[in-house]
Structures are given as C-alpha cells and as structure tokens.
C-alpha cells in the first residue's frame, strides 16, 4: 500500500513536472516567434514562466527527495562506517523534515494574506495565492517524505540494504 501510494505521488509529481516545463517551452517558443517575427511578443509571457517557473521548482522538490538526489559533499565519507553515514542521514532527515515544515507553515500563512488580499499579476491579473498554496503544499510534501525516509533502509552500491 505505501509503495503504491508513493509510486503514485511519484507518478502524479512527475508528470506535472513535465507538462509545466513542456508549457513553459511552448511559451517561450511562441513568446520569442512572436518577438521576432511579428515583433509583438506574448502579452504575459514574463508573467507566466513565473508561475509555471514556481510550480515546476516546487513540484519538483519532492521528488528530488524522495529519490535522494539533492546535492551532497562526501569528502569524509570514505572515513565513516556504514552505520555512521547511515546516522548522519537519519539526523540531516529530521533537521531537513523540521526546517521544511517550518517553512511550509510560513508559505501558508503568506498564501493565506495573498488570498485575502487578492494579490494578481499586474499583466494578465492571474490570482496569485493557487500558487502559493501550492508551493506550501509542495513543501509541506517534501517535509512528510524526508521524516518517511528516516525509516526507510537505504541501499548501497552493490543493492544491499544499510542499517
């Protein structure tokens, strides 16, 4: 049951990730056609690969969590046991799932006063706050899937699972 329900997010968060982008190419395309071939660029375009810009970074984020693949320095790592690195890991998850959840909260009660002030874009007027509820939402994903990865073995080069 969790594997699927990760699996599924996974499935659901990337192909958002990829239709974002595939969008944000199509306006850029038409954005630079437009600009100089008719020179009369995308009313909107700016404003739009924002958006979609915010989407795919924190629709993204998740993911990239869930796959371990943020950036890393492993210069002592030939120094450590398995058991220390895997230690290391479980403490960088809960300070990374304590400091997200922080700053989900924080998105929340940003996108709370940008719908109740009625925030838009200054071009095409587009509603800002759907945004910022999901960039909240999105963080507040991430945070659930590093406290997730504390409990769950992790593998090492050969497959094997370390403790």
């Given amino acids: 049951m969790k594997a699927r329900l990760g699996h599924a997010l996974e ?3 990337g192909a958002i990730s ?3 982008l595939f969008a944000m190419m199509l306006v850029t395309a038409v954005d630079v056609a437009g600009r100089y071939l008719f020179n009369k660029p995308l009313a909107g375009g700016f404003e739009l690969t924002e958006l979609m810009l915010a989407a795919l970074i924190y629709c ?3 993911l990239v969590s869930k796959r371990r693949e943020h950036i890393v320095i492993d210069t002592f790592d030939v120094f ?3 058991r220390v690195k895997r230690s290391l890991d479980v403490v960088a998850d809960i300070v990374c799932s304590a400091t997200l959840a922080g700053i ?3 998105i ?3 996108a709370v006063r940008v719908a ?10 587009l509603p800002l706050a759907p945004v910022a509820y999901l960039m909240g939402t999105m963080i507040v994903v991430t945070a659930a899937i590093h ?7 992790h593998r090492d080069d050969d497959g094997k699972s370390i403790i």
């Fill in 147 to 153: 406290l997730w990865l504390i409990f769950v073995p």
């Fill in 116 to 125: 109740e002030y009625g925030d838009t874009t200054s071009v095409l007027t």
């Fill in 80 to 82: 450590m046991s398995k």
């Fill in 11 to 13: 499935t659901l968060l």
């Fill in 60 to 62: 993204g984020l998740p």
């Fill in 104 to 106: 989900g909260w924080l």
């Fill in 108 to 110: 929340f009660r940003r």
């Fill in 18 to 20: 990829a239709s974002v």
